[in-house]
């Protein structure tokens, strides 16, 4: 348990990316071989910093995906800092991908 005196930071926001975006490159369609993985990475910085790394939380919130094949997408934090974080979209295979909407929420002191 922590005392009353502990400060806790909760940030949160919403991110949207896709083929307006600098480097984007989902949008293409891979062979249709389950290794061929595809990532974007962006690159978040928090508003306010945290003394030590947070708790980050993703949920992926809108999508807009070529309807021709499966829909295949994974959306992770990596790299979690006191200053940001890395959330890393991938898909694989045939899967063509226009954008992604994902909101985020990282708590810590």
Known sequence: MYPSSVPWNVLSANVGVGLLTEGWNLAEAGAFDPG???????????????TSPPVVHLGLTGFDIDQRDSGRITLKATAINELGFQAVISTWASTRIYAVVFSWVAIGG
Not at 36 to 50: G, H, K
């Open 36 to 50: 061929d993985v595809r990532t974007f990475t962006v690159e978040v910085t928090f508003a306010s910093f945290f």
